[in-house]
């Protein structure tokens, strides 16, 4: 077990590794680029089509399908993930995961527009899509052998990452964080999210949506509520946490305390690293969402899309890495979870119970979206007679996560969420001048 264990480390550092940060950046900053900044200057148009009502095919609205996507990223990347950028890159990794959210906008949204734009209607009636779909129809039409190929690899790296980085490693995180913070056994906890998960589960996408779009914004209202009151009661360190945050993107960062210390090259790994884990823009996942939404317009998904990037990272990630270092626990030693937890309880005596409720949350409807995510992954490989199987191996696979050791479990879902990066990648560059093209369109007809 111990060789398997060191050989998964040893792949994952060389996919997470500096070629794929870089690949995924640039990626970003070409599509940026070469969609005029639209990202950037259509922002508030993007985030009014966000609760527009919903019209076209489909199977959930537009917001519903943007609350899905959310559903998946907005988890143990937010509290744990930030917490662990800062621990090892310090304050300047922050400013890093901005750079890779506001071009991780373009990526988003070029997936959403691809995922509405090749998506089908299945046996069922349901909307499916995503990159293996865009590659299957999009890549294949240019480029057939190279889509046989990885199309069914995107699908397959989809399903089983979800088992871990989707399912285990979330389960895993809401059990010891009611254990720790309410005394709640694991197995218990385990097993009520079995129930819950699967009583969601039996309505399909429809249900899934509905939930999702009721629980995540109060959750992330809730836990934005918590972020700001602390920021509040430290507003006399705010200024000098930005100065921190500006200074060291670009010099050093000396060993302090229980501070180790850091270049800028760390601060731009982690930053990029934990960034690009959290809004999961490059990997793919979220146009399966978004492939469901209610419209007969690519555009308009791609920009409600991109608002998931913004939210995640820009908005409820700057917060936590802002109450970390406002609370100057950053240089306590202290890693992940603990930081946060322990940043937001220095300040507001139910601080720690409130990360704990919101990690709890954001680990369930995680659950939740990755479920979906693997459905249709395995549905593209094995047809609709494939769905209920795996919706049912999916929720008794909940209460094993939550009392089993997840240490290579999370190691291996992250060297497949790399996996699922590399297809998905080629086929952004492959496809990337058709939406170009119909983004130009879209805004020279709105003029028109």
Not at 27 to 41: C, D, E, H, K, S
Not at 243 to 267: D, N, R, S
Request: glycine share 12%; hydrophobic share 55%; charged share 10%.
């Amino acid at each position: 077990m111990q060789a398997i264990s060191d050989f998964v480390n040893a792949l994952n550092n060389v996919l997470w590794g500096w070629p794929m940060l870089v690949a995924l950046a640039a990626t970003g900053v070409f599509l940026t680029i070469g969609l005029r900044f639209v990202p950037w200057r259509k922002l508030p148009e993007a985030l009014a089509l966000s609760v527009r009502p919903s019209h076209g095919a489909g199977d959930i609205s537009p917001f519903q399908a943007l609350m899905t996507a959310l559903a998946a990223t907005v988890g143990t990347g937010n509290i744990a993930g930030v917490a662990t950028a800062i621990y090892f890159g310090g304050p300047g990794a922050l400013f890093y995961m901005w750079v890779i959210a506001l071009v991780g906008m373009a990526t988003k949204y070029t997936e959403a527009v691809l995922a509405v734009a090749y998506r089908e209607v299945d046996e069922l009636g349901n909307h499916v899509g995503g990159p293996m779909y865009y590659i299957k129809n999009g890549v294949g039409a240019k480029f057939p052998t190279l889509a046989l190929v990885l199309a069914p690899a995107f699908a397959i790296f989809t399903a089983l990452a979800g088992f871990g980085i989707g399912n285990g490693v979330q389960a895993n995180s809401v059990a010891h964080a009611l254990k720790d913070n309410f005394g709640v056994p694991e197995i218990a906890s385990g097993l009520a999210m079995m129930v819950m998960v699967g009583l969601v589960l039996v309505g399909g996408i429809r249900r899934i949506g509905e939930v999702a779009s009721a629980l995540v914004p109060t959750m992330i209202v809730v836990y934005i509520g918590g972020a700001v009151a602390v920021l509040v009661v430290n507003y006399e360190a705010i200024p000098a946490a930005l100065g921190l945050v500006f200074q060291h993107a670009f010099t050093p960062t000396a060993a302090e305390g229980g501070f180790i210390g850091a270049t800028v090259m760390l601060a731009i790994r982690w930053g990029f690293a934990r960034g690009i884990f959290s809004n999961e823009a490059g990997l793919g996942s979220a146009a399966i969402a978004h492939a469901a939404a209610k419209t007969d317009d690519p555009i308009q998904q791609g920009l409600v899309g991109m608002v998931g990037v913004f939210i995640d990272t820009l908005i409820v990630c700057t917060l936590t890495g802002l109450v970390i270092i406002t609370s100057g626990l950053w240089t306590s030693g202290v890693n992940g979870a603990a930081l946060t937890s322990a940043a937001f309880g220095a300040a507001l005596p139910w601080g720690g119970a409130l990360v704990a409720i919101s990690l709890a949350l954001f680990a369930f409807t995680t659950l939740l979206g990755w479920s979906y995510y693997g459905e249709r992954a395995v549905e593209f490989l094995f047809g609709v007679k494939a769905i209920w199987p795996y919706r049912i191996v999916w929720v008794l696979a909940i209460p094993v996560g939550a009392v089993t050791s997840l240490d290579l479990v999370w190691n291996m879902a992250d060297a497949l969420n790399a996996m699922m990066a590399l297809p998905n990648l080629i086929a952004l560059f492959i496809l990337a001048p058709a939406v170009f093209t119909m983004t130009r369109n879209y805004w020279a007809k709105d003029k028109g």
